[in-house]
């Protein structure tokens, strides 16, 4: 990334949506896609003499993400005033916190599969842990749409809780800046807190990126790129930007602080204002809301703190004997995790589970594009297919069929299809038979397989399927011949 004489500095401001049945400071619910301004109320309207009221358990979902995120918690916290003019925030001025904020310090670990596929096998810093600066609660604003002559504002999301993850100033490249984001966001779905769905704005980023010559220590000129609202977007601007600035500094140019956007159709990051100093928000304690001491909380938090995916990978790793890798993909995702503990259920072999989930159930899932979550087939129907194999009634391919049937008849089982395909296994005595013929027929692979060559058997297994019309299981063929051959 960038020019090897250079050094790139990176940090992200997150924001994400909690997970609430209400808004932050008032009773109106929290949905997306409702017909504009119609979740509304005095309150989120920021209408003279509404008055907010806490929501407890936006402040329970924040204390349990930094307690997930190694973060401590201030004995007391409290809401502040931050004070600007912009239609989005009607009232001017957003309540959310300064200097007491509900975490501090924690940080995010970085995920192997996080990572670009493209950049797994070059991962520079394996197993960096980002430092966090802080994560504060505010309310979120409102929706402005710009349109070619005037801009609509929705305030249906204006309130919801808006939780704000401030890492420091500790990724290095657009690759870490992605793996960051996919291991927050795989952390935040684990937990329940929120959906973090990118594309319905439940998770945003703002990215501040700096770069100084090899030989500087002090950081070079910030640069602040604005509501980036997709992980592909974040790793294409901060290329360009990096790009960008390192030539500024090569031709003698001073970068000047300010903020910019990103275009996406166009492919280049472009200036929005210039940014000299910070600016003066104003900040003070909102008169309305009375400080929360937070030990309560915290020892309720504590006691109901779920498994998080480099924990359940480790978990996998030992009770299943899988492979990290295997673990790894499994992991990722809560709702395939719980799938595969499920599917293991009704086989006996867990490693054979997992790879017919990654290798089969997930191939096939990409192909139709739809993600595990809308799966029509249940977790316990692959597990018992799996069970089929391990018991030698069906061979690999004849599962593979019934696999593909299965998907597109989900209520089927996997027993009745195979009596429906014919798939039932030849009797002992009649593969007993067609073996006798395969050797008869070929005394060749035969003589090898007595003198040693397993291998050879392969071609006589081979010859057998096709004797019994695919209905004997293969690894016992291969078994009975070695036995008969080989005594």
């Known amino acids: 990334m960038g020019n090897p004489n250079y050094i790139v500095t990176i940090g992200l401001e997150v924001h994400v949506q909690l997970k609430t049945e209400s808004k932050m400071f008032c009773t109106c619910p929290v949905k997306f896609g409702e017909p504009p301004n119609t979740l509304t109320c005095p309150t989120c309207l920021g209408l003279p003499g509404a008055l907010p009221v806490l929501n407890g358990g936006a402040i329970e979902s924040t204390v349990l993400t930094g307690q997930l995120l190694g973060c401590s918690t201030p004995e007391i916290v409290k809401w502040d005033r931050k004070n600007y003019f912009y239609p989005d925030m009607p009232k001017n001025y957003q309540i959310s916190q300064f200097d007491l904020p509900l975490c501090l310090g924690g940080g995010v670990p970085l995920y192997e599969l996080a990572y670009p596929k493209d950049h797994q096998k070059n991962i520079e810093n394996p197993g960096k842990v980002v430092e966090l600066t802080r994560i504060h609660l505010e309310e979120d604003v409102a929706k402005s749409t710009h349109h070619s002559t005037y801009t609509t504002i929705d305030f249906n999301r204006a309130g919801t809780p808006l939780m704000e993850i401030v890492s420091e100033p500790d990724i290095d490249s657009a690759e870490e800046a992605v793996a960051y984001l996919n291991s927050l966001r795989q952390i935040l779905v684990y937990s329940g807190v929120s959906d973090a769905d990118m594309e319905k704005g439940q998770m945003r980023c703002d990215v501040n990126i700096s770069v100084r010559p090899k030989d500087e220590e002090e950081l070079g000129t910030k640069i602040e790129l604005k509501n980036l609202n997709s992980v592909s977007a974040v790793r294409r601007s901060l290329h360009y930007e990096v790009d ?196 008869s027929a070929n005394p060749g692979p035969a003589a090898e397989v007595a003198e040693g060559n397993d291998k050879a058997a392969n071609f006589l297994t081979g010859q057998v399927m096709k004797l019994s019309r695919g209905k004997a299981n293969p690894k016992q063929v291969t078994e009975m011949i070695l036995s008969k051959l080989q005594p």
């Open 244 to 439: 960008r600035q390192v030539e500024e500094l090569e031709a003698g140019n001073t970068i000047i602080q300010a903020t910019w956007r990103w275009n996406d159709e166009l492919g280049q990051t472009e200036i929005m204002r210039t940014k000299e100093d910070a600016h003066d928000y104003r900040y003070f304690p909102d008169p309305d809301l009375l400080p929360v001491r937070t030990s309560e909380i915290l020892t309720k938090v504590r006691k109901n703190l779920p498994e998080l995916p480099h924990q359940k990978v480790e978990r996998f790793e030992k009770d299943y004997q899988i492979t990290h890798y295997d673990a790894s993909v499994l992991a990722s995702e809560q709702v395939l995790a719980d799938f595969y503990e499920k599917a293991t259920q009704e086989a006996s072999s867990p490693k054979k589970v997992a790879n017919w989930v990654i290798n089969n159930l997930l191939a096939e899932l990409n192909g139709r594009e739809i993600s595990i979550g809308e799966c029509p087939v249940e977790a316990d129907k692959i597990g018992r297919l799996v069970g089929l194999i391990e018991s030698g009634q069906i061979s690999n391919s004849q599962a593979k069929e019934v696999f593909a049937y299965l998907f597109d008849n989900p209520d089927k089982d996997p027993v009745a299809i195979i009596k429906e395909k014919g798939f039932e296994p030849a009797d002992s005595g009649a593969v007993e038979g067609f073996i006798d013929e395969a050797i």
